[in-house]
Each structure stands twice: as C-alpha cells, then as structure tokens.
C-alpha cells in the first residue's frame, strides 16, 4: 500500500473514534441536565454554570483529536 492511503486511512480513524467519546459524553450530560431542570426549575442558573464548563471540557477533547488528525496529515 501507498504511504498517501495509510495517512489518510489513519486520519479517519482518529478522528472518527476521537470524537466519539466527547459525543457520548455530551449527549449523556445533556439529558442529565434536561432531566435535573426539569425536576428543579428553581436550580437552572446554577446547573447550567456547571454544565457549561463541562461541555467545553468535553469539547476540547474532540480538538484534540482533531489535532491528532491535522498532525498525522502534516507531519507523517
């Protein structure tokens, strides 16, 4: 096989199986969240600062898999 394909071959899974992850994680902490303001409207300003932080601690794991991904094409 070319080195080219084995590049590109790596690349899609890197990122396919990298964001993933941070897509379940998302998607679990959502329903959480809908679930708990939906018990407690009183408590949504204070759910909704927690949930915030985590979702772009969750989403900065998708970068860096992307990141992975741009290096594999750049750099190999």
Known sequence: M????????AMGIAI???????????GWATKAIIESIARQPEVEGQISKYF???AGLIEACAI???????LIGFVL
């Open 2 to 9: 070319d080195l080219t394909v084995l590049k590109f071959l």
């Open 52 to 54: 915030y932080i985590g």
């Open 16 to 26: 396919g199986l990298g964001v993933v992850g941070p897509a379940l994680g998302l």
């Open 64 to 70: 860096y898999a992307l990141l992975v991904v741009i």
